[in-house]
Structures are given as C-alpha cells and as structure tokens.
C-alpha cells in the first residue's frame, strides 16, 4: 500500500468522522455543551449513586462499610489489566494502517483478492482481528483473576477487614469474585469499539442499562424506602451488583457483534477468516500494551 492511498484514506476517514450525525440527539451530543451535559452527568451520577449505596449498606451495618473499602483494593488490580491491553487498543486501532506495508502482512487475507476498495476491508478486518483478540484475552485474565480472589478471599479480608465482620466479608468477596471477569469484557468491548468507529456507541449503552437496573434493584430492595417485609444484607448488594455487571457485560457484547455483523453486511465483507484469538493481533496489541500496563501497576500500587 503507497502513501497515497493511505493518505486518501485518512481524509476518507477525517470527513466520515465528522460528518453530520443523523439524529438531533446525536447532533446534540456531538455539540460542545451537549458532550458536556453528557460527561458531567457520565462522572455524577455514578458518583452520587456510589455514596448513597455506601450510605444504605451503613444502614444494614455501620461495622461492613470497611468490607466495601476492602473491595476497593481488589478493584485496583482488576484496573491494571483494564488499562494494559486496552488502553494499547487505542494506539494500535489508529497506527493501524500505516503500520502495513503489504497487504500480505494480514494473515487472513488473500493479495490475490484485493481489488481497488481492498485496503479498506483489510483495515476493517484487521481491526476486528484486533478487538475479537483483545476481547479473549481480556475475557480469560478476568476469568484466572477471578478464580484467584475466590481462593484468597480468606488472606485478604484477614488482612483489610476487622476481626468481627470477616466472616461476613469474605463471602462478600467471593461473590463479588467474578465481577472482575464483567469489567475485564466490558471493558474490552468498549475499547473494542474503536474498530468500528464507534468509540462510545456500546459503552454507553451498556453503562446506561446498567447503571438503571443496578439503581432500580437497590432502591427496590436495600435502600431505606425498600419493599416492606424484606431485610437486605450485604451480600444483597454484593448479588446486585455482580448480575447487573454480568448482564451488562454479555449485552454490550451482544450488541458489538451486532454491529460487526451490521457493518460487515453493509459493506459486504467476508468476515469468515475471522478468529477469536490471533497470536498475530496479540503481538501487535502487546508490544504497546508493556508500557500502558507498567504503567497503570505502579500507579495503583503508589
């Protein structure tokens, strides 16, 4: 592939990103006081929902809000992995076609196929290669990690948790164990996105359900004007959470492949060469991903 038509490419792609959103909703949102409306409301409400849970769990018992800071700690390790590969995502999504030389350099695809549209379905196809990699991947160091924080739940709480709510504790962390395995997909997919130019698109609509159900299921049965006759423990909200997140996880991944499958149709891409894990796509997204993960492990562990 020349410069020129990576270049050509490059304004292609400048004048679809900015091209006028269909929806007013969408133009609202693409506005400078509409992204603002939507990021301040992305960061508050989340914030205040975050104190009023801690605020309800204080209610069930004073003495377990030290399980939920607890937690916090784990939740520091499962950001490492959140913000190694995927944040390397992002670098390898946008160097992506300057990066190739040739079109043989991707191993799904035949140069004997490539006609004059095909620089663009080889840089469609190896960014999907890209994100269904980062997906699996991610998917199974949520999943060890998980497995870890069920067996040393014991140790940790022993450690961060008084003595007379460590019982309690730990099972309140086993449960909440694979919740690590929804943020790891979750996150993944949402980094993911970028492959279809849709940065936002499925990160936003699996937060928003989430975010609705996990309110609605807390207000209905922990908070204080919760249904009469049910007494909610910490494992209550230990149990919402982690279906809300699950749930919400396996919708945005849903709906990602929604959109592949949208987008591959329309454009009329074979999308059969396709692998769930390319040791190819794991190199590329490797190499950047060391520094973003050295990163993000010494900044959680100041």
């Known amino acids: 592939m020349d410069d020129s038509a990576i270049d050509r490419h490059d304004e292609e792609h400048e004048l679809q990103s900015t091209s006028p959103p269909d929806s007013a909703l969408s133009r609202f949102r693409a506005s400078y006081h509409g992204a603002l409306i939507f990021n301040l409301a992305a960061f508050f409400i989340p914030a205040v929902y975050g104190t009023l849970s801690k605020l309800w769990v204080a209610n069930i018992d004073s003495s377990l809000v030290s399980t939920?800071?607890?937690?916090?700690y784990l939740s520091c390790v499962v950001e490492v992995l959140n913000e190694g590969l995927p944040r390397a995502a992002w670098y390898a999504f946008k160097h992506i076609i300057r990066q190739m030389t040739r079109f043989a350099d991707v191993e799904y695809l035949d140069p004997a196929?490539?006609?004059?549209?095909?620089?663009?379905?080889v840089d469609l196809l190896e960014r999907l290669s890209l994100t269904f990699t980062l997906i699996s991947v991610q998917s199974l160091l949520g999943t060890v990690l998980s497995i870890v924080f069920l067996f040393a739940a014991p140790a940790f709480v022993g450690a961060y948790v008084p003595g007379e709510t460590r019982a309690v504790s730990v099972k309140y962390i086993r449960i909440l164990a694979f919740d690590s395995v929804a943020s790891t997909l979750n996150t993944a997919v949402s980094f993911g996105t970028r492959a279809l130019d849709k940065p936002e698109q499925v990160?936003?609509?699996?937060?928003?359900?989430?975010?609705?159900?996990?309110?609605f299921l807390e207000l209905a049965l922990v908070s204080t004007v919760r249904v009469g006759g049910f007494e909610p423990t910490i494992h209550t909200v230990a149990t919402i959470k982690l279906v809300c997140d699950l749930a919400g996880?396996?919708?945005?991944?849903?709906?990602?492949?929604?959109?592949?499958?949208?987008?591959?149709?329309k454009q009329a891409i074979d999308t059969r060469g396709l692998r769930w894990f390319s040791a190819h796509s794991l190199k590329k997204l490797a190499l950047p991903g060391r520094w973003t993960f050295t990163e993000s492990a010494v900044r959680n562990a100041i």
Do not use: E, M
Request: glycine fraction near 6%; charged fraction near 25%.
């Open 203 to 215: 990160a936003s609509f699996t937060s928003r359900k989430k975010d609705d159900i996990d309110i």
């Open 68 to 72: 939920l800071d607890a937690y916090t």
């Open 113 to 121: 196929d490539v006609g004059p549209a095909g620089w663009k379905i």
């Open 249 to 265: 996880a396996i919708a945005g991944l849903l709906y990602f492949l929604y959109l592949v499958k949208k987008t591959t149709a």
